[in-house]
């Protein structure tokens, strides 16, 4: 089993940054992506960033450029800058890793953005 937490969430201000964190705990050996995605209120669940374990990043095209992510493999742990935040960020934000075909989800963190 692998646990997630998530740090870094709050209120900022449209144009402003936040850097979120995610830690995992557990049996970490062998996790391969690990990401992000976030729920807006009323709406899916949406894919926002991943990066794999030798580093090679994917963004959704709405974050390209305002978002980065990375990651530690010694630490396990995933992080997402996010600059330029727009109140269309709004969201609650979910790190995932992937382990052996599994996927595990943190707990998820507040972001809100006003405008």
């Known amino acids: 089993q692998v646990q997630l937490v998530e740090s870094g969430g709050g209120l900022v201000q449209a144009g402003g940054s936040l850097r979120l964190s995610c830690a995992a705990s557990?049996?970490?050996?062998?996790?391969?992506?690990m990401g992000w995605y976030r729920q807006a209120p009323g709406k899916e669940r949406e894919f926002v960033a991943r990066?794999?374990?030798?580093?090679?990043?994917t963004y959704t095209d709405s974050v390209k450029g305002r978002f980065a992510i990375s990651r530690d493999n010694a630490k396990s742990t995933v992080a997402l800058q996010m600059n330029s935040l727009k109140s269309e960020d709004t969201a609650v934000y979910y790190c995932?890793?992937?382990?052996?075909?599994?996927?595990?989800w943190g707990q998820g963190t507040q972001v809100t953005v006003s405008s």
């Open positions: 557990g049996i970490t050996s062998s996790i391969r992506d």
């Open positions: 995932y890793v992937d382990r052996n075909s599994r996927t595990f």
């Open positions: 990066i794999s374990r030798p580093g090679a990043t």
